[in-house]
């Protein structure tokens, strides 16, 4: 029996227990290397005795039940060093589970990122259950199948993170394009993208300051409200004419309200911007060639209109006698009115055209005056109106639109 005993636990020394891992990883235990061994009680040698031959190898080998309480004895220290010397622990091997999670903005949406389910091993799950299986000389364990791995906690099919990717495309479907004559912006997904707010709860909302913040770039870039202009006059100079309130002009606090709306609603459109003034056309020339020039120095004005000369007239301004300057600057027509009566605290005039470009500063016809130009307006001049001959005035108000700039200027060495 002994003999029989001795041959048991040399076969026993060749037993192997293969580890399957992932990521094709795997490692061996082999018998030889942690001192395996059988431990046999009383009824061994009777059940040996009612074995044919060489049967008993089949018993001892098979997965079956037997009477005989046969123990697989191992080296605990020399299985504890083997266990750690497995390549599932080796650093440069491990990878970290890793959480599914939402991508930054791709271009075209969000998109999940799958978790990454790593191959770090719960120590003790896998010890327990290599024990297990030496003592059962099983010849393979399954990693995945004994459920030994840490497990990311998030994956990709989770609820809150699919709801949270579509209220993120939600928000970034929108497609809103601003048109400032050849130059255009675009506030699509990617830029929207850049003002999400994402809080605790995986609420998204629209950040107020992002969208005023692009709504006063585009107001810095394109508003030209009171910038000074360069003038080619029609004597020739070129000058530079500073102040006035003609020019572009953007609502900002309405802007961000309907740019805002349009995001939520996911609206693919080309806006307007909303203005609280506008001009002629885009660009560093917002005028065009449809204007008015008014010459304070020479009392003489020129309307053109689409770059023809429609309308060249003396006029009288202000009576300086009496402090009434006119502002210089770009002004825009504000309206043009018939048959219009201009009053004051001392005064009712009544005129037959009238073309105010800033406050009840405008052009008119004065039919109470025979003369125009010259040095009228030094002392004889009007409360700061352009007084005009009827007729001019006429033609101008037939031609001239709200809108129009005004350029009024001085300019020495044109005195009439």
């Known amino acids: 029996f002994e003999i029989v005993k001795a041959e048991i636990n040399d076969e026993m020394r060749t037993y192997t227990l293969t580890l399957e891992g992932r990521n094709d990883l795997s490692d061996v235990i082999y018998g030889y290397n942690i001192d395996i061994r059988a431990v046999f009680d009383d009824n061994f040698e009777e059940l040996l005795t009612n074995q044919k031959g060489c049967d008993w190898p089949k018993y001892l080998f098979a997965r079956r039940d037997i009477e005989v309480e046969t123990m697989i004895e191992v080296d605990e220290d020399l299985l504890n060093l083997n266990f750690e010397g497995l390549a599932f622990f080796d650093e440069d091997l491990v990878i970290e589970p890793a959480d599914a999670y939402i991508s930054d903005f791709t271009g075209d949406n969000y998109e999940i ?3 990454e ?4 091993v719960i120590k003790n799950v896998l010890y327990n259950s290599v024990v297990e299986s030496i003592k059962f000389l099983e010849p393979t364990l399954s990693l995945e199948e004994i459920n030994s791995y840490e497990e990311p906690n998030i994956r990709a099919d989770n609820p809150e993170l699919v709801r949270l990717l579509n209220d993120l495309n939600d928000f970034t479907r ?10 255009t912006e675009v506030v699509d997904g990617k830029r929207i993208s850049e003002w999400l707010i994402v809080d605790d709860y995986k609420q998204v909302s ?19 409200f009171g910038k000074t202009r360069t003038l080619e006059t029609s ?18 606090g309405k802007e961000v309200h309907e740019l805002t709306e349009l995001i939520l609603e996911g609206a693919n459109t080309v806006k307007e911007p909303s203005y609280l003034q506008t001009a002629s056309q885009y ?29 060249e007239s003396d006029f009288v301004s202000g009576n300086l006698s009496k402090g009434y300057v006119n502002p210089l600057g770009t002004f825009p027509v504000q309206y043009k009115e018939r048959n219009a009566i201009l009053s004051g605290e001392d005064y009712s005039s009544p005129v037959d055209y009238w073309m ?17 130009g010259k040095n009228i307006y030094k ?17 101008m108000y037939e031609n001239i639109e709200r809108g129009v700039a005004v350029f009024v200027y001085e300019l020495p060495g044109t005195e009439s």
């Not at 929108?174 to 130059?183: K, P, S």
């Not at 950040?207 to 508003?223: A, L």
């Not at 065009?288 to 309307?303: K, R």
């Not at 009007?382 to 007084?387: E, K, L, Q, V």
Request: hydrophobic letters at 30%; a negative charge.
């Open 174 to 183: 929108a497609n809103i394009v601003y048109e400032f004559g050849d130059v």
């Open 206 to 224: 629209l950040d107020p300051q992002g969208v005023k913040e692009f709504v006063d770039y585009i107001g810095k870039t394109y508003n030209t």
């Open 113 to 115: 990122i799958d978790e």
């Open 283 to 311: 660009g560093d020339d917002d005028i065009g060639d449809t204007y008015v020039e008014v010459n304070i120095t020479a009392q003489h004005l020129y309307f053109y209109k689409d770059g023809e000369l429609v309308v």
């Open 235 to 252: 004597y020739g100079q070129t000058i530079e004419v500073k102040g006035g309130d003609y020019g572009w002009w953007l609502n900002r």
């Open 379 to 395: 002392t004889n001049g009007s409360r700061g109106c352009i007084n005009m001959p009827k007729e001019n005035a006429k033609k």
């Open 356 to 372: 105010p470009f800033y406050g009840d500063i405008g052009f008119h016809d004065a039919s109470w005056r025979n003369k125009f």
């Open 117 to 120: 389910l790593g191959n770090v």
